[in-house]
């Protein structure tokens, strides 16, 4: 359930701005500060006009631009959530979740809906080099950050590649860093991104409504295993909510040598 919202604060005085830039700053100050959280119900529009002697029309269109910018998210029959500032993730080197959130200080966990070693179809074998009907670990993650899910994983590795993974604790550590910790080194990964819609259950693990959007990441990450050799080591599907990640590729310029 959301958390009830706090009491709506008065607007500063007035410094010769417009009413409407004034409310922004306030309710952007308010999200930036904690003071309405991710996933909070923030105050009715009427609650929020009456205690700073506006307009509802001028909430609204506060309200409005401030999902426009995505801070926010408006639901018939529910009211306006807090979504908060996405998180900005660099195209540029390989990355982890769980590396990612602890660099920024954010608190973070994952659950783990479902763990199993199962016979690889002919795609997954494929994807990772193996024999189809080999045994892989199989694995549904929900990543979470500051109590908000973010991501859902779909991770498969080849047990005898990375055996650690059958039964390693994933709460707080990387699949990653468990691969290091046996003798697994990351080589190198590749990414394919596209833009997608949620169906019922994913939208609810990850506390959107049905239909949302997100970005389906599809990664096949090759590493060096222990005897010396380079094989792929996991294929992961991931469904990362489209109102919380920006996604940055940083594009130098080439210089022209003619």
Do not use: C, K
């Not at 926010?72 to 807090?82: S, W, Y």
């Not at 779909?154 to 590649?161: D, M, P, Q, Y």
């Not at 094989?231 to 210089?255: A, C, H, K, N, Q």
């Amino acid at each position: 359930m959301p958390n009830p919202p706090p009491e709506a604060s008065l607007l500063a005085p007035s410094d010769g701005r417009p009413i409407y830039v004034r409310l922004l700053e306030q309710l952007r100050g308010a999200i930036d500060s904690g003071v309405y959280r991710p996933g909070d119900l923030i105050p009715p529009e009427l609650e929020i006009a009456r205690q700073n002697g506006i307009s509802r029309h001028t909430v609204r269109e506060a309200v409005v631009q401030l999902a426009r910018e995505g801070l926010l998210r408006r639901e018939r029959g529910r009211g306006t959530f807090v979504v908060g500032r996405p998180h900005v993730q660099s195209l540029g080197s390989f990355y982890s979740f769980a590396q990612e959130m602890a660099a920024r200080g954010l608190p973070y966990h994952t659950e783990v809906l479902h763990r199993r070693l199962v016979r690889a179809d002919a795609a997954t074998a494929e994807r990772l080099d193996l024999a189809e009907g080999a045994e892989i670990v199989e694995m549904e993650l929900l990543r979470i950050a500051e109590g908000v899910p973010l991501v859902l994983d779909f991770s498969v590795t080849a047990r005898e590649r990375v055996p650690v993974l059958v039964d390693a604790d994933v709460t707080h550590r990387s699949l990653y860093d468990h691969m290091a910790a046996s003798g697994v080194a990351i080589e190198n990964a590749r990414e394919l991104l596209r833009p997608v819609t949620l169906d019922r259950r994913q939208a609810e693990l990850l506390g959107v409504p049905s239909g949302s959007p997100a970005f389906h990441v599809d990664r096949e990450v090759v590493g060096r295993l222990p005897d010396g050799t380079t094989r792929p080591v996991e294929w992961r599907r991931s469904l990362v909510r489209g109102d919380r990640f920006l996604y940055r590729v940083d594009l130098p310029i080439r210089t022209n040598p003619g």
